[in-house]
């Protein structure tokens, strides 16, 4: 008889992003006629650039030949994405790394779900709250995460809030944890961290031998030059931190697939003899092993970002959405809400009015306006009062979404 991993059990039935759907069909059923848009889920919505589709046509024209046929490529990807990734995503920034602490990936969520291999099932996890859900569902999988009470906590978790009060900074933990999840710009408050800030993190993570695991999917959106893209622009980040990035918002990936993960040399963790153990040879054990590399097509595709044409390309996308999340931040403001981030991340995170909650507020917003939002108690407890737009959508989608919204608050 073949045991299950009772942990998944443990996990809640549906994900958030079902729930939503299920009621938006409802309300269809109910509303054939009505026109509903959503600014709820985080898909992109703008093709992939000129510049892109081209390196990936003459991919596939390559692998159409005897010559330039590539099968099984090396799982940490080609060096010629790698060193494209050094030289414009690192040493432009002053930081120095290997070619072979680059990890290509399919992207970031499959490597944010899988880093927790690395780690005993009972080192303590810190999450900042609201969060991206895979971070904690993945260790819930192995067991780590303990069981999920009512409250919506996981009982081996500690949640460290980020909320209006503490204008989205969690305050560092009060304990020692042995890991610490960051995202930065965050999903889904859509606020970033400051230098300083993290400053703050890398050096409790030093201080406490604490391992952090940083997502820095939505770098691309930064646009304040004080805001740092990458944890290692911090000293010391080298030897506490692995850092995960993702061309899907930068560059419109979703469906292509592909990004990669920085897993330094320097980074060690402990056996319970207290002997240290570095990383990065594991992680590439570990990725050898159940990874077969990202496509030659997608890495060509990649690569193309990062040419002056790609680059333009890709900036007048991103341009495209920040135009989206401008227009939606000024509308919110002037219809009296409280809005937060949405100026250096593709996300806007907005109070809801009153007592009303997340889920409630999402309701009133369908049945009012046939617009959809994301309840924000989804993202964990303190999302519970807010609710995620996302600025993803097409120009005349979000402005005739902002136009019901402004009639529906009369
Ligand atoms: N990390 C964060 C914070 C995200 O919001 C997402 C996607 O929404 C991902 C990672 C995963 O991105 P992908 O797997 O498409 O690279």
């Not at 898909?43 to 005897?66: I, K």
């Not at 046929?69 to 030289?87: M, N, S, V």
């Not at 503490?166 to 020692?176: E, I, K, M, S, T």
Request: net charge neutral; charged share 25%.
């Amino acid at each position: 008889m073949a045991l299950v991993n009772d942990h998944f059990l443990k996990l809640p039935n549906n994900y958030l992003f079902a729930d939503i759907a299920k009621k938006v069909n409802a309300f269809r059923v109910t509303h054939p006629r009505a026109d509903v848009i959503s600014l709820g889920i985080g898909d992109v919505t703008q093709p992939l650039c000129p510049a892109v589709v081209e390196a990936m046509h003459r991919a596939v024209d390559e692998m159409g030949t005897r010559e330039g046929f590539h099968g099984y490529g090396p799982e940490q990807g080609y060096d010629f994405l790698r060193e494209a990734i050094l030289k414009n995503d690192f040493v432009s920034r002053g930081i120095h790394l290997d070619l072979d602490e680059i990890f290509i990936n399919d992207g970031a969520k499959s490597d944010t779900g899988n880093i927790q291999e690395l780690i005993r099932w009972d080192n303590s996890i810190a999450v900042t709250d609201p969060i991206y859900p895979v971070y904690i569902d993945s260790n819930a999988m192995i067991g780590r995460a303990g069981l999920k009470g009512s409250d919506g906590r996981w009982s081996n978790v500690i949640y460290l809030p980020c909320t209006a009060e503490n204008g989205f900074v969690p305050q560092l933990p009060d304990r020692r944890v042995d890991v610490i999840y960051l995202c930065y710009p965050n999903n889904p408050t859509g606020t970033v961290i400051s230098r300083q800030e993290l400053r703050k993190w890398v050096n409790y993570a030093l201080r406490n031998d604490t391992l952090i695991f940083y997502d820095a999917a939505y770098e691309a959106y930064i646009a304040d030059p004080d805001i740092p893209h990458s944890i290692y622009e911090i000293r010391g980040a080298r030897k506490c931190a692995i850092e995960f990035h993702s061309y899907s918002k930068t560059a419109g990936f979703t469906g292509v697939r592909c990004g990669y993960t920085i897993v330094p040399k320097d980074l060690t963790a402990a056996t319970l003899e207290g002997r240290r153990i570095p990383l990065r040879p594991l992680w590439d054990r570990r990725q050898s092993t159940k990874f077969n590399g990202t496509s030659y097509i997608s890495q060509r595709a990649a690569e193309a970002i990062y040419t002056p044409e790609g680059r333009s390309q890709v900036a007048e996308t991103i341009g495209y959405y920040m135009q989206n999340a401008r227009r939606m931040l000024s509308t919110f403001r002037r219809l009296g809400y409280r809005v937060y981030g949405g100026e250096n991340a593709p996300y806007i995170w907005l109070k809801t009015p009153g007592e009303s909650g997340s889920w409630q507020f999402f309701e009133e917003l369908l049945y009012g306006a046939n617009v959809v939002c994301t309840p924000g108690v989804g993202f964990g407890p303190s999302g519970e009062g807010y609710v995620r737009f996302t600025a993803f959508g097409s120009h005349e989608q979000t402005d005739e979404a902002l136009r019901r919204i402004e009639k529906w608050n009369g």
